[in-house]
């Protein structure tokens, strides 16, 4: 820390100052925001241009989204291929999620929840300890979206029963919507949104309806998208991403 740091640090940082190094304007296109009202500071709008924070522990917002702090962890998306068990090391040598971290950072990240080794799609990874714990505790109930092609043409009637509620060995799942996006001639394309983590939920829910599921991806985790992310491959979550990501998990 040098001599003219120190004030600055300890009175807290101008606001212009944070919002120009998160990203989103530079200090004078701040100052505009400011003026026009459309920073808010801890759920106060901000009217004073000089207004110090501390970008850690103070929740900025502009035009009501979260603008998170300068990140002191990293956040990442990987699109998990199938065929790769969710663990970062695999004792028993099948492939695993360090082979393919280690690829894009040498930082020791360790995966929030996990997918079957033969479902594909969206893992968050982090070094992140307090997100990734508020991110599997069921309490804050974040939404995962599910695209699964199953065996067989399902009915009305069997979307229905999805939708009303399945019951499984270790009890109901109900999920937040149940979607059909394709019938095929022996095959139909179901999109499952729901916020349980349990293990392989979606396979024994159409397990449970006597139509199998024969490929499965999740494509979302509440705010983020999988997008045309290909598999194997891996992004860090956007400003916008981990600032919604915060505000569902309180953090």
């Known amino acids: 820390m040098t001599q003219s740091d120190g004030p600055e640090l300890h009175e807290g940082i101008r606001l212009q100052k944070v919002l120009a190094q998160a990203g989103v304007a530079s200090r004078r296109a701040a100052e505009d925001l ?144 149940v979607e059909l996006l394709q019938r095929g001639t022996d095959r139909s394309l179901v999109r499952v949104t729901l916020h349980e983590g349990r293990n392989r939920i979606v396979r024994r829910m159409f397990d449970e309806i006597g139509q199998p599921v024969r490929q499965l991806s999740r494509i979302a985790i509440g705010p983020v998208r999988l997008g045309e992310l290909k598999p194997g491959m891996l992004r860090e979550l956007t400003r916008e991403e981990l600032g919604a990501l915060l505000d569902l998990v309180q953090l």
């Open 34 to 177: 400011i003026f026009r009202r459309r920073v808010e500071v801890n759920g106060e709008v901000v009217t004073e241009q000089g207004r110090r924070v501390d970008p850690v522990h103070d929740v900025i917002r502009v035009d009501g989204k979260r603008i998170p702090p300068q990140a002191a962890h990293l956040y990442v998306v990987l699109n998990k291929p199938r065929g790769v068990v969710s663990t970062m090391e695999d004792p028993h040598g099948r492939p695993a999620l360090a082979e393919i971290v280690r690829t894009f950072t040498p930082e020791r990240l360790f995966h929030v929840g996990r997918l079957d080794a033969e479902t594909e799609g969206l893992l968050i990874l982090t070094n992140d300890g307090d997100f990734s714990q508020r991110m599997m505790h069921p309490s804050f109930e974040v939404p995962k979206v599910y695209v699964a092609e199953i065996a067989g043409v399902i009915t009305e009637a069997s979307l229905k029963n999805l939708r009303k509620g399945i019951e499984l060995d270790d009890g109901p799942v109900k999920p937040d919507k």
